[in-house]
């Protein structure tokens, strides 16, 4: 099988997307960003980590010797560290001119930035408990490319191990990695939640990553008998899983106590949308500003936080526009982030990705 999976990066940019609206919800008062859907939109997250572990999984079936192993895990950093080290380094600038401006305007200080944090955040340990580390900190979002890069570890070496000679085991044994992961966070913390980041984040990305894995196999077992299905029975189930996804996040507040319950239905949409047969398929895959926010995605989520703030700053703290006004500033901020991503996902993703040339040499 060759797939590019088109609809579910589309959707990846969708979902990074209203992590930002997420965001934002905190700094506004309107309906349009304070309900009860964008206020569980966090959830998302565990798709990226489903969806990761899903193409991962595509991507490398097999890494057969300590030199394939070694250029999985660099490709995957130069994919992911660039950005993250350059927004570290900027959040740091920022926090220089918060100090220098905390007796001239209000500031914000909920965030732990601290020179621990700070390297726990250099070295992508920042989704693992460490002592005196009660806060998510810096660019806070970056404790899920820590837990992404750990997981891209315990997949790398699990499938050394298993390529030669128990290749026909793997998804077993990264079902038991995922089942395992989420056995931990319940005898650490005695809950069935998921919903952690700085502290068990990283067994809560490694839950998603393996369940997308598993994903991956299933997708591929039943390809050939499913593809054959018509259209129409395949936009029923875009349909449904689209309805279960809304009903399951509006009921977020509740059902996240029970965080495995997410991670089944994104293993159930990404399965069906993975064919991109139905309907809905079709219409998503046809405007470019889709597959734009699929393809910038890691940049929106990335920088989103930063310009949300410097929004917050200035209209509300600076300008003293009220609340309310992010039912139009939500659009602005949004547009800010998008072409913001746009360029950052060309000159800093693009330029630092491992390519084929760089192979070469």
């Known amino acids: 099988m060759k797939h590019r999976f088109t609809v579910l990066d589309i959707f990846r940019g969708i979902f990074a997307s209203l992590v930002v609206f997420y965001h934002m919800s905190a700094f506004s ?12 939109a966090d959830v998302f997250v565990d798709f990226f980590f489903v969806l990761s572990g899903f193409v991962v999984c595509y991507s490398y079936q097999s890494i057969e010797t300590l030199s ?41 200080n909920s965030l732990e930035n601290t020179p621990a944090t700070f390297f726990s955040s250099l070295l992508l340990l920042n989704s693992i408990k460490m002592p005196g580390i009660n806060n998510l900190s810096w660019n806070m979002v970056s404790w899920s490319i820590s837990a ?49 980041t ?16 598993v994903c991956f196999y ?26 279960l996804v809304l009903v399951a996040v509006v ?12 991670e089944i239905i994104f293993f159930v949409a990404i399965l069906i949308f993975a064919f991109e047969k139905g309907f809905i398929s079709q219409i998503l895959n046809k405007p470019t500003l889709l597959k734009n926010l699929g393809k910038y995605s890691y940049s929106i989520y990335m920088i989103h936080t930063l310009f949300i703030s410097v929004f917050n700053v200035f209209f509300i703290r600076l300008l003293k526009l009220p609340n309310t006004a ?29 390519n084929k040339k760089k192979l070469k040499s």
């Open 29 to 40: 008062d309107t309906p349009i960003l304070n309900n009860s859907f964008i206020y569980n």
């Open 68 to 108: 394939d192993l070694k250029l999985f895990v660099k490709k995957r950093l130069y994919r992911l560290y660039p950005l993250h080290i350059i927004l570290l380094l900027i959040f740091l600038i920022v926090e220089g001119i918060k100090i220098g401006m905390q007796n001239h305007i209000q500031i914000n």
């Open 148 to 196: 992404e890069v750990i997981s891209y570890l315990v997949f790398g070496i699990t499938c050394l191990l298993l390529s030669k000679k128990y290749t026909k085991i793997k998804p077993f044994v990264y079902l038991i990695i995922a089942l395992l992961s989420l056995l931990i966070i319940f005898t650490i913390t005695g809950a069935t939640k998921l919903n952690y």
């Open 198 to 213: 700085f502290d068990y984040g990283f067994l809560r990305g490694l839950t998603g990553f393996f369940i997308g894995t």
């Open 218 to 243: 299933t997708f591929n077992l039943i390809y050939s008998e499913l593809s054959q299905i018509r259209k129409s029975v395949f936009t029923i189930l875009e349909i449904f899983i689209l309805s």
């Open 251 to 262: 009921n977020g507040e509740t059902l996240k106590s029970f965080g495995y319950i997410f």
């Open 326 to 354: 992010y039912s139009y500033l939500f659009l602005l901020n949004f547009l800010v982030v998008y072409l913001v991503a746009s360029f950052t996902y060309q000159h800093i993703e693009m330029r630092f990705n491992y």
